[in-house]
């Protein structure tokens, strides 16, 4: 078994959305075809993932570097002991030949989308839909179904704080009970006003989070911090710079409330750091390193043996994303809920039908790997690879 060809296209996220930092109109989302030369049903087996949501397309490092080391790798150099399916673990490594460490930027987005394909492709071998596989690899039963929350609460050219509440009672009639907003992209009693309109929807502070993505500077951080203490939120997100752990401390000692962080974080070193100097508290705070943003799965589970070791239960991980992969990763994995962003991020973001299970809740379908092929959405995209 081998792999015969990898293929990647950059696709323009759809929305024109912006949270506190960036305009998401310009982000690129890249998908990766991984051909092997396993026939089922007249077509050669084909294991699909793309880098997560919310950056950009990776196709020059992703041609330059890693696809052609993948292709390159000497027969049964990417498979398992047994022969019959891919061996992640070894493909990272091999994709990583020659890159010094440090620097986890763009590259671990890159190797991502290849990574994860790889487990595409052994759920795809096996028939069985990805949280299987990712489970059984790890020793552990997949969850039926996942909490889910939806992300959105963007800040939109006219009328922003007028809409949000519209917005927020849309998700709610799509079956979400809980919600995240976008904090930092207005004075900040103007956000104060968006908050208190997303209370009256969400019913209570425990529903409702808010994300400043590291737009804050300490004083700033704290200011906020005091004004929504009271509300009791579900959560404080990414206040400062991903990598200020000092800030990200500081933040908690005089917030009290839960936080959370780790979007922006790309490999088990900066996870590290996190756990020691950043305050973190086990049993309350939430993580959301995303296995597409930082090298794939394989880290990702690392990360999570990093948090266990100091003490973090995984059911305080909350993957950034809001998409398939995280589903299925979360469900195989045991994490404590994943994202959606229901309408945006288009055409990656959100669950295909027969996912929404109402009530706050999604599960992965029986569909085999992670089902990109189920999501509507999709569907001219995965043409534009794969024909
Ligand atoms: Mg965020």
Not at 120 to 135: H, M, S
Not at 270 to 291: E, I, K, S
Request: hydrophobic share 40%; aromatic share 8%; glycine share 14%.
């Amino acid at each position: 078994m081998r792999i015969t060809e990898i293929r990647e296209l950059s696709v323009p996220l759809q929305g024109n959305i912006a949270n506190a930092l960036v305009n998401f109109s310009e982000h690129t989302v890249s998908l990766v075809a991984v051909y092997t030369d396993v026939w089922r049903g007249g077509r050669p087996l084909v294991g699909l993932a793309f880098n997560s949501i919310g950056r950009y397309a990776q196709g020059g490092l992703l041609r330059e570097r890693f696809i052609p080391r993948l292709l390159a790798a000497e027969a049964g150099a990417l498979l398992d002991e047994g022969g019959s399916a891919f061996d992640p673990a070894r493909a990272l490594r091999l994709m990583l030949r020659n890159e010094k460490p440090g620097g986890h930027g763009d590259r671990a987005a890159a190797v991502a989308a290849l990574e994860l394909a790889l487990w595409d492709l052994n759920a795809k071998l096996r028939d069985e839909p990805a949280c299987v596989t990712i489970a059984r690899h790890f020793g552990r039963a997949p969850a039926a179904d996942m909490e889910v929350y939806a992300a959105g609460g963007y800040y939109y050219p006219r009328d922003s704080t007028g809409r949000l509440a519209d917005e927020l009672r849309g998700l709610r009639e799509q079956g979400y009970v809980a919600f995240k907003i976008k904090i930092g992209g207005a004075p900040l009693a103007q956000d104060v006003e968006r908050v208190e309109a997303a209370l009256e929807v969400a019913r209570g502070g425990r529903h409702l989070a808010v994300d400043a993505n590291g737009r804050f500077d300490l004083d700033t951080a704290l200011a906020y911090a005091e004004r929504l203490q009271p509300y009791g939120l579900r959560w404080y997100e990414e206040a400062g710079d991903p990598l200020d752990y000092a800030l990200q401390r500081r933040l908690i000692e005089g917030y009290g409330g839960c936080v959370a962080t780790g979007e922006n974080l790309f490999s088990c070193a900066d996870v590290r750091n996190l756990l020691h100097f950043g305050g973190m508290r086990p049993g309350v705070d939430v993580f959301q390193m995303d296995a597409g943003l930082s090298y794939g799965l394989t880290e990702y589970a690392q990360m999570l043996a990093l948090m266990e070791a100091a003490g973090f239960d995984r059911r305080q991980a909350h993957p950034h994303g809001g998409h398939l992969i995280n589903l299925h990763i979360g469900a195989g994995l045991g994490l404590g809920g994943c994202e959606a962003y229901p309408g945006v991020f288009q055409p990656f973001g959100g669950y295909p039908p027969g996912c929404m299970l109402g009530n706050g809740r999604v599960r992965p379908t029986s569909a085999p790997g992670f089902g990109l092929e189920e999501k509507p959405e999709l569907a001219p995209v995965l043409r534009q690879l794969l024909d």
